[in-house]
Nanobody, 123 residues
Framework: QVQLVESGGGLVQAGGSLRLGCVAS????????MAWFRQAPGKERDFAAG????????YYADSVKGRFTISRDNAKNTVYLQMNSLEPEDTAVYYC????????????????WGQGTQVTVSS
């Protein structure tokens, strides 16, 4: 089992930036994909960005492409989400997730989830 702990959420004005972090522990050898999802009140949990754990592949939802950057530091077992040019529509709880394999945008492939961190963007 993999344990995930997120950090870095908060309140920011529109146009501002935040960086989220997610530290993985436990059965890290089983991870092939790490991703960030987000869930706004009353809405489904949506894929935002994903990164391969060992390679260089990244993938972004259209809504965040060009504004968000996902990266990882394997030495620290940590994945980051740098969020720039934030908009009120980005307000949500952000979740880190880990998977062995599958379609990255499908939340059902992810075995492990963090507790979530709140991001609020004021207009």
């Amino acid at each position: 089992q993999v344990q995930l702990v997120e950090s870095g959420g908060g309140l920011v004005q529109a146009g501002g930036s935040l960086r989220l972090g997610c530290v993985a522990s436990g059965s890290i050898f089983s991870i092939n994909v790490m991703a960030w999802f987000r869930q706004a009140p009353g809405k489904e949990r949506d894929f935002a960005a994903g990164i391969s754990w060992r390679g260089t592949t990244t993938y972004y939802a259209d809504s965040v492409k060009g504004r968000f950057t996902i990266s990882r530091d394997n030495a620290k077992n940590t994945v980051y989400l740098q969020m720039n040019s934030l908009e009120p529509e980005d307000t949500a709880v952000y979740y880190c997730a880990a998977a062995r394999d599958g379609r990255w945008t499908d939340p059902r492939i992810y075995d492990s989830w963090g507790q979530g961190t709140q991001v609020t963007v004021s207009s």
